[in-house]
């Protein structure tokens, strides 16, 4: 990783790839594969219940991305 590039955009955020919004268990294979932590007796999994959280912020941080990025010019 080369810090000098941190502050410079690389690529088009249309290349920021999000699974589709109707599966966020199926996008989130990372916060399935965590599994749910020690102690965890929320009654249903936690990629569950924190499944399409993650997701709506991720779908939230892109859209907000891509507006910065369209009053930038």
Do not use: K, Y
């Not at 294979?29 to 009654?43: E, H, I, K, V």
């Amino acid at each position: 990783m080369d810090p000098r590039g941190w502050w410079e955009r690389r690529a088009s955020l249309d290349d920021i790839g999000l699974p589709a919004a109707r599966s966020a268990r199926s996008a989130l294979p990372a916060l399935r594969a965590l599994g749910d932590p020690p102690g965890w007796a929320g009654g249903v999994s936690a990629d569950a219940l924190f499944g399409p959280l993650v997701h709506r912020g991720a779908v939230w941080a892109r859209d907000l991305l891509r507006a910065v990025d369209e009053q930038s010019g």
